[in-house]
Nanobody, 117 residues
């Protein structure tokens, strides 16, 4: 059974930093990519950052470029998101996602990030 466990969320003031981590277990499939998404109350879940398993290439939503960095460890069981220069607009529940090459998606339980002005 695949399980993703996130950690590192919390409350910070604007301009602060947080590092989110997601540790996966039970992976028996070939990974296509790993990513972080976020969702606000009443909002849609949106992509924040993605890292491709094949070549380590990354994709970021425009509003976080230059502030957030996604990374993974060598085993691909852990994916992290370093968030710098946080703004109140970054406040959301953040979810990690592992996607298989066959199109399956696995999600963590979510971790709250709150940024105050």
């Amino acid at each position: 059974q695949v399980r993703l466990v996130e950690s590192g969320g919390g409350s910070v003031q604007a301009g602060g930093s947080l590092r989110l981590s997601c540790v996966a277990s039970g992976i028996t499939f070939t990974l296509a990519n790993q990513g972080w998404y976020r969702q606000t109350p009443g909002g849609k879940r949106e992509l924040v950052a993605l890292i491709f398993s094949k070549d380590g290439g990354t994709v970021y939503r425009d509003s976080v470029k230059g502030r957030f960095t996604i990374s993974r460890d060598g085993t691909e069981n852990t994916v992290s998101l370093l968030m710098n220069s946080l703004t109140p607009e970054d406040t959301a529940v953040y979810y990690c996602n592992f996607a298989s090459t066959s199109g399956l998606n696995y999600w963590g339980q979510g971790t709250q990030v709150s940024v105050s002005s």
